[in-house]
């Protein structure tokens, strides 16, 4: 069976555009300047400074300091100990006292003491306070006599020169629509 078919076919138009940039110059000469002036003069008398540092408290954090103050520091915290060595005991004691208690307390107790660290701070805090610096300044007396500044400018007229630019529009294709018949055969 023959049948007929229609085509239709279309393009659409395109359109071509070229642009050119404007183009701007300038130039612009340099002006003159001149600069006339005389040196200020500047009369100092002054004191020197003075700098004291005393850094006996880095050394005591360092634990080299002074041996009196080290004793001192040591003696301070012995009261302290005391009173822990005392509950240390008793509560060894409570310990042992339950020998019920399946384990061996003994060997608990010696396995303790041997990863027991001391309590006693034999360096001082370290601090960045340790080390104190006294700083006096120095005593400044100072004149100046002043002189003046002229400064002549004459300024140059810049040339500026503008070239436009353009646009360039133009059909690339035109739009077409085609349109035909041709036999279809349904069983080919």
Do not use: C
Not at 8 to 30: C, H, L
Not at 137 to 150: A, F, G
Not at 166 to 181: A, E, F, H, P, T
């Amino acid at each position: 069976m023959n049948l007929l078919r229609l085509s239709i076919r279309q393009t659409y138009a395109n359109i071509g555009m070229e642009s050119r940039q404007g183009q701007f110059q300038m130039k612009s000469p340099q002006g003159e300047l001149n600069v006339e002036t005389t040196p200020a003069a500047m009369e100092v008398q002054r004191v020197p400074a003075e700098l004291t540092i005393d850094s006996s408290k880095a050394w005591m954090a360092l634990g080299k300091g002074n041996h009196l103050e080290w004793l001192q520091m040591v003696y301070s915290q012995m009261d302290q100990q005391f009173l822990m060595n005392v509950s240390r005991i008793v509560d060894e004691g409570n310990r042992l006292a339950q020998f019920t208690k399946s384990g061996n307390s003994i060997a608990d107790i010696m396995a303790q003491r041997v990863q027991e660290k001391p309590s006693i701070e034999y360096n001082g805090t370290a601090s960045n306070d340790n080390v104190r610096v006294q700083y006096t300044p120095v005593d400044l007396q100072m004149s100046w006599s002043l002189h003046q500044t002229n400064l002549n400018y004459s300024p140059q007229r810049p040339e500026v020169a503008y070239t436009p630019g353009g646009v360039d529009v133009y059909i690339r294709n035109q739009n077409s629509l085609k349109i035909w018949v041709s036999d279809y055969d349904l069983y080919g």
